[in-house]
């Protein structure tokens, strides 16, 4: 009969809950774990791929309950910025796909209509994430701490913060071209995409705009990238279907598309549009450029995008693909040239000119790549791959050729900085900055670049801060490795981060100024020393009122005394001590799970204001990055629809079925594609997992056998190295063999006619508890199933041992398995059915060497020692002739073994008795009579002379 999982777990949840073993109590003197993930940012429904590193945190935190720790595993929720603000702007406009998505999840029409309100949208939200969510997953968590970032304690909390920030000199005020949104103001682009919907890899572009006069006066305005190709111009883009403006700026009239006049309007003091026309009306004229005075062209190009940099484009043929296959194409076109008055003279005056000398191309690298790589069009997709080698190689490498006057002879790299920083000087150019791709805010308006004259950061580009960080980020447990070696180059590599915003969002004002508010990364970075004072909040213990910088200060730095503090803060004392004394006991922070997006937005930040404020002794001491699970074609998103609701896979799968298929389907740092098919195949294995304990309980004979103290071993083995796994937190490697080679153990004690009920209950205890971490529903039904009481979440797992004896009863049986599959192969590769089997175990002289080998304290046997010592042993001369080969294999087999394998190597049993006992076992499996013998038996059946081939651990074997 099909289990019924939505039943166990609204069962055991509820037991648990109720008897609040989920509540984080400081135990004095007893070893404590804390650990958070990142919370979700409150702008949505999540989706099953969150559940991975949620549901991976939970399960650490329940094998270190399990394993005599106190353990504290907080949550909360990000609802700073503009999330839940365009959320209810969706709602108030009746948006069909936003109202859909909440009554398809059971959302009542009157809840609806409260959620156009963004403060209702919070706290909707809040509780689906909490109940439907991560209640549901039975997570372990104190939901007395549970905070959001937009509450007025918490708020209390980022103001000191900001003000511990101010006192250590890491608060810096400069102008800034900031990424805005146009309604909501100053956004943050990063991978984590806090404040939008789309764009999240995008830079800013510092580009210098070069001014080419026109005879009226006016001056075509061009953005580049590299300002010292100036030297190499012949012409001039426009695009004639494209609408340009005349734009008012410093007193000049620049010629831009009506795109880039709004982007300027959001950069400079004054920018007056005073007039516009077409593109076509520039062609075959000519213009001066900027630095040589020279005449150029102006040419048609549809490649002129209004929407990047200025609209328009200059030309540099010698080394820019691009420009080179445009005037190819366009000295082909007649008909656009007739139409457009551009004669063959203009375009032989276009011709390239070499700027740049660079190693491995020609004086025209241009020219040289693309006819190189067939490229004559520019639809032709290897334009790009064609840019941007040359882009790269000239740039790195290029020198300034001799007609670049003053700056003949320079790296490229220098003379662009001095020749933009001459002209800019000259009024030749000017800066202008940009987005690299298309951003859009949450709330689906534009993000454009505007100059925000006082804008406040964070000086992570602080010598002293960063090498603090550095330092401490060596003694951290960062995972997965790659990580942590890359950590060191992601520090020092953070420079100064806005840490405020103009506009309307949700979050703490600056407390230094408030018409700011500080934004979403700032105000999580520190907050995880925020869950010991959630709770008292919560318990309404503490009042926001309440928590001045004294009070923060007392309870997080140690500063001043309780007393004192009470007196100047209303805040009872025995309440701060307890809070201090919490503080204390909790800290540092063990692990700090989330995202790959995070490597190099939180995670840094995370570190650098921990060492900026807290304590040496309360800095966090791991990082635990996990990779996504994904939908067809990358990220599932919670913002942009596509991701299966949580809720809907927990009642058609289970929830332990996808805390299973989450631990288990791939290594946690690498991104894996949800498939329901899988998911299902972890709830049938957990079903039978469910029969294999049902057909164990049916043991009830007291029998006692060989096999006993095998299962025994067994279980201590397995148990030393589960926790050796969980040490590293390699959670999937723990999985595999709880759920996967387990089973296999007991199914290897009933084949072996084990039928103790003593020794089953025992492993069977075991077994189960190492269970409850991943699928602790299951577990626990299992768990009262087998007649024991209390919960097995707050069962103590032993630690395992592995020593002498349990290594010895483990080779025993390892030394049967091997017989067995090592026969099973030989009959699947000749196709024998064999009447007889015949075992010939390793000599004497043969465990010797293999005793001595494993003594050698290097690990690095030395062969001629390993000869000479078996050769004065052995008698027989067909022995002797075996011993130099013997060695050789030996000496490799050890140095190559893990410390385990060794382990396993130097349990020399007497392998005759133990085959001797287990022949009717054998016979039995393998269907045929059994003989044993010792290989160096001169009465041994072996006719194909197989003995030579016995080595300890694994004997010869002779089929007939």
Known sequence: MALDFSAIEAKWRKAWYEAKVNESVPVPGKKKFFMIFAYPGVTGYLHVGHMRGYTFSDAVVRYKMMTGHQVLFPVGTHATGNGAITFARRVERGDPVAVDVLRANGVPEETIAKLKDPMEVVKFLNDVFINDYWKRFGFMSDWRRFTCTIYPDYSKFIEWQMRKLMSEGLLIQKPYFAPACLEHGPVAIDASETDISKGGNAEVLEYTVLKFDLEDGRKLVAATLRPETVFGLTNFWVNPEVEYVDAQVDGEIWVVSREAAEKLALQKDKVLVKGSADGASLMAKRCRAPYTGKMIPIFPSVLCDPNVGTGLVMS??????????????????????????????????????????????????AIEI????????????????????????????????????????????????????????????????????????????????????????????????????????????????????????????????????????????????????????????LYPAYYI???????????????????????????????????STGVPRETLDAIRSEFEYWHPLDINLGGKEHMTVHFPV?????????????????????????????????????????????????????RLFYAHIASLYVDVPWDDEKVEGYRDRLERLWSQVQELLEVRAD??????????????????????????????????????????????????????????????????????????????EMWQLSGR?????????????????????????????????????????????????????????????????????????????????????????????????????V???????????????????????????????????????????????????DPKGKARLAKPGRPAIYLE
């Open 891 to 941: 000496s490799t087999e050890v140095m190559k073994a893990s410390a385990e394998d060794r382990q396993m190597l130097g349990a020399l049993i007497d392998e005759m008795s133990v085959l001797s006992a287990a022949k009717g076992f054998l016979e039995s499996e393998l269907g045929c009579a059994v003989e044993i013998f010792a290989a160096d038996d001169p009465g041994r059946a």
């Open 533 to 567: 004072v959630s709770r008292y909040a919560n318990e309404g213990l503490v009042r926001p009122d309440g928590m001045t910088e004294e009070f923060f200060d007392f309870v997080m730095l140690g500063k001043g005394n309780s007393e004192a503090v009470a007196t």
């Open 789 to 889: 009481e209390q919960f097995v979440s707050t069962y103590q797992i032993q630690p395992g041992s592995v020593d002498e004896h349990i290594i010895i009863e483990e080779a025993k049986e390892r030394l049967i398995e091997r017989l067995m599959a090592d026969v099973a192969e030989i009959v699947k590769v000749t196709g024998l059915e064999p009447k007889r089997t015949v075992v010939m175990v390793a000599p004497k002289w043969k465990q010797e060497m293999l005793a001595m080998a494993l003594s050698d304290p290097k690990g690095k046997p030395d062969v001629p020692a390993l000869i000479k010592g078996a050769i004065s042993t052995v008698e027989s001369p067909a022995a002797k002739k075996e011993v130099p080969a013997y060695a050789k294999d």
């Open 606 to 658: 995370f570190l650098m204001n921990h060492v900026a404020i807290l304590r040496p002794e309360h800095w966090p001491r791991g990082i635990i990055v996990n990779w996504y699970i994904t939908a067809t074609g990358g990220k599932i998103s919670k913002s942009k629809g596509g991701a299966q609701p949580i809720p809907d896979a927990a009642e058609r799968f289970g929830v332990d079925a996808m």
């Open 316 to 365: 540099v043929p010698s080394d820019a693909p691009v420009d080179w296959i445009g005037l190819v194409e366009l000295r082909k076109d007649t008909a656009q040239r007739e139409r457009y008055g551009i004669t063959d003279q203009m375009m032989d005056e276009a011709a390239p000119i070499p700027i740049i000398d660079t190693p491995g191309w020609g004086s025209l690298p």
């Open 370 to 525: 693309t006819e190189r790589m067939g490229i004559d069009s520019l639809a032709d997709p290897k334009l790009e791959e064609a840019t941007k080698e040359i882009y790269k190689t000239g740039f790195h490498k290029g020198v300034m050729n001799e007609i670049c006057g003053g700056f003949a002879g320079q790296p490229v790299e220098r003379a662009k900085d001095a020749m933009r920083d001459e002209m800019l000087s000259s009024g030749q150019a000017d800066l202008f900055y940009d987005l690299s791709e298309e951003v859009l805010c949450r709330c689906g308006g534009k993000v454009l670049v505007k100059k925000i004259p006082d804008q406040w950061f964070i000086d992570y580009a602080s010598p002293t801060l960063t090498e603090r960080a550095k330092e401490h980020a060596l003694t951290m447990k960062i995972l997965p490795r790659e990580y942590y070696e890359n950590m060191q180059a992601v520090l020092e590599w953070y420079r100064e981060r806005a840490c405020v915003r103009l506009g309307n969002w949700l979050g703490t004002r600056f407390p230094f100024d408030q018409k700011w508010i500080i934004e979403a990364i700032a105000d999580s970075t």
């Open 703 to 780: 029998e006692e056998s060989g096999i006993d103290a095998w299962l025994a071993a067994r279980m201590q083995t397995r148990l030393f190295t589960l926790h050796r796994y969980m040490d590293t937190y390699d959670l999937r490697s723990y999985v595999n063999d709880v759920y996967f080679e387990m089973p296999r153990d007991f199914k290897w004690y009933l084949r072996r006619y084990g039928k103790n009920k003593s020794v089953v209950s025992k492993a069977l205890e075991t077994w189960i508890a190492l269970m409850a971490p991943v699928t602790p529903h299951i577990a626990e």
